[in-house]
């Protein structure tokens, strides 16, 4: 049973990444799927929420209006797709699951996946 992120890369500022988090041994439609971010020396800092009953869909204000998540129930997948990155989108991004995006904490985390934006 894991979640695995992927799609992270250096982009320069105003470009995008889509990020993926593919989930193994379990089926991931019966969870909310979440996206978490952490700078060195910051606090982790939740960006984004999908939930698994009515697709509710949640952001943070630091990425609201750039940031769109989505799933694919068929392929397992949750996707954050990234436009307009500025150079402090730079971090590792997990993804995890939990019961519903407003109950219960985070109890399952992929790897992480490092995204850079630089010129």
């Known amino acids: 049973v894991q979640l695995q992120a992927s799609g992270g890369g250096l982009v320069q500022p105003g470009g995008s990444l889509r990020l993926s988090c593919a989930a193994a041994?379990?089926?991931?439609?019966?969870?909310?799927i979440g996206w978490i971010r952490r700078v060195p020396g910051k606090e982790r800092e939740r960006i984004s929420c999908?939930?698994?009953?009515?697709?509710?869909?949640y952001y943070s204000d630091s990425v609201k209006g750039r940031f769109t998540i989505s799933r694919d129930n068929a392929k397992n997948t949750v996707y954050l797709q990234m436009d307009s990155l500025k150079p402090e989108d730079s971090a590792v991004y997990f993804c995890?699951?939990?019961?519903?995006?407003?109950?219960?904490?985070?109890?399952?985390w992929g790897q992480g996946t490092l995204v850079t934006v630089s010129s």
């Open positions: 041994g379990f089926s991931l439609e019966y969870y909310a």
């Open positions: 999908i939930n698994s009953s009515d697709g509710m869909t």
């Open positions: 995890a699951r939990r019961v519903s995006c407003r109950r219960g904490e985070y109890e399952l």
